[in-house]
């Protein structure tokens, strides 16, 4: 019995190990990189774990946002900074989400992980992100959801249990969180 625990133990250290050697993205391995290539890459320790809560007001200042109040719907809670390359090409795409499945259920929340707030307004703006932004000032939610590259994006179920991790970004991948969206809606 506990031969066979120490080899899982072993075995998810190992796991965890390889998943963080391939991770890149910004924050994470050479410039500009992409991030993970394959679900197995992806691998996280929240995957198909309930998502810590956070709450926060919106930097745009019109509310504040938990992962509590988006219970009963199907969340992307997306980990990204104003000086990520890979973040400029990824909220375009999940606006494109925002703006096809909100009626549907879907919330999105940016966590912002910069230093500064400054320049988190004019980001969105730029971009066309109609969806709540919060900055995450002390990185005490970062800290719990553990972001291993800019962006990383978490797709939440409605029970608040996360189901699908995309660390970095790459051409294409929003094809695949709209079908991991709508299996869950």
């Not at 394959?38 to 019109?62: I, W």
Request: proline share 5%; charged share 25%; aromatic share 8%.
């Amino acid at each position: 019995m506990h031969r066979r625990l120490a080899i899982r133990s072993a075995a998810r250290s190992v796991a965890l190990a390889a998943g963080l050697a391939v991770v890149s993205g910004c924050g994470a391995g050479e410039a500009g990189a992409e991030g993970a290539k394959s679900p197995d890459d992806a691998a996280h320790p929240l995957l198909g774990n309930k998502g810590p809560d956070f709450s926060r007001k919106t930097v745009a200042g019109d509310g504040t946002v938990s992962l509590k109040s988006l219970a009963g719907k199907v969340a992307i809670v997306d980990f990204w900074a104003t000086w990520c390359e890979p973040c400029k090409k990824s909220f375009p795409k999940l606006e494109e989400l925002n703006v096809k499945y909100k009626d549907n259920g879907l919330e999105i929340v940016g966590i912002s992980e910069d230093d500064d707030k400054a320049g988190i307004p004019s980001f969105a703006s730029e971009l066309g992100a109609q969806f709540p932004l919060i900055w995450d000032e002390n990185k005490s939610i970062a800290s719990k959801w553990q972001p291993k590259s800019m962006p990383t994006t978490f797709v939440v179920d409605r029970k608040g249990t996360v189901r699908f991790v995309h660390l970095g970004y790459h051409d294409g991948e929003e094809t695949e969180i709209e079908r991991e969206v709508k299996s869950l809606l």
